[in-house]
């Protein structure tokens, strides 16, 4: 099936440094990814949409400028987190859609998350 | 208001009986999909099973079916013969159609988290 690779899987960083976190897919090419963040034991919240060469669309009340995307390639999506602070400690996951996606389901396939701890 | 409803923070089954997962939704969009997916410990979401809001028959993926009563907005997720590999966190997610293509946003619910007892 079909592969999304997120890398790192686990962060450690300081207070103020950048963080980037890398989301590639395997096997397929993918217009869209999708940017989400999970607190602890609470449910996915969609940060942004990344579209291949345009700007991606943030969500409501997500920092464009503190959570920079990046969507160079049709296989891989970047996520920044600018200036780290302890409260932007989370699990970030990204999604995948498939381009060659037809029909309702779209094919979304999920990375594996980066735990991201600022101290 | 919430769109996707999840009342069932945590449950627990004995292993091999059968399980539901509820899960309610609310959209004013005709046309809407309906998603489940687990998520074990080690954090990634694992597709499950998924449901168009115009399909006619309710959708079933091995173990797991999807039991959509769209009247009552609802798409309960039944998990047959459970196994203890099915522990793991569920989460209910609506797709609504928008008008930009490739913005088709995934709302997800809070989750249940499901402990399959031996």
């Known amino acids: 099936g079909a592969v999304v690779s997120q890398h790192p899987s686990r962060v450690i960083c300081k207070s103020g440094t950048s963080v980037k976190i890398e989301c590639r897919s395997l096997d397929f090419q993918a217009t869209t990814m999708f940017w989400y963040r999970q607190f602890p034991k609470k449910s996915l919240m969609l940060m942004a949409t990344?579209?291949?060469?345009?700007?991606?669309?943030?969500e409501q009340g997500v920092e464009k400028d503190k959570f920079l995307i990046n969507h160079a390639s049709l296989t891989l999506s970047t996520l920044t987190v600018t200036s780290a602070h302890p409260e932007d400690s989370s699990f970030y996951i990204c999604?995948?859609?498939?381009?060659?996606?037809?029909?309702?389901?779209?094919?979304?396939?999920f990375g594996s998350g980066t735990q991201l701890s600022v101290l | 208001a919430q769109k996707i409803t999840q009342t069932q923070p945590g449950m627990f089954v004995q292993e091999k009986e059968a399980v539901t997962l509820d899960c309610t939704y609310d959209t004013s969009d005709p046309s809407y999909g309906l998603f489940w997916y687990k998520q074990p410990s080690s954090g990634e979401m694992i597709f499950l099973i998924y449901?168009?809001?115009?399909?006619?028959q309710n959708a079933t993926e091995g173990r797991y079916s999807l039991n959509f009563q769209k009247a009552r907005k609802s798409a309960n997720l039944v998990i047959s013969a459970s196994q203890l590999g099915d522990s793991a966190m569920y989460f209910c997610a609506m797709r609504e159609a928008q008008s930009n293509f490739g913005n088709e946003k995934l709302t997800f619910g809070t989750g249940t988290r499901l402990t399959i007892i031996p």
């Open positions: 999604s995948a859609k498939s381009i060659s996606a037809t029909g309702r389901r779209g094919k979304l396939f």
């Open positions: 449901q168009g809001s115009y399909d006619q």
């Open positions: 990344s579209n291949e060469g345009s700007k991606a669309t943030y």
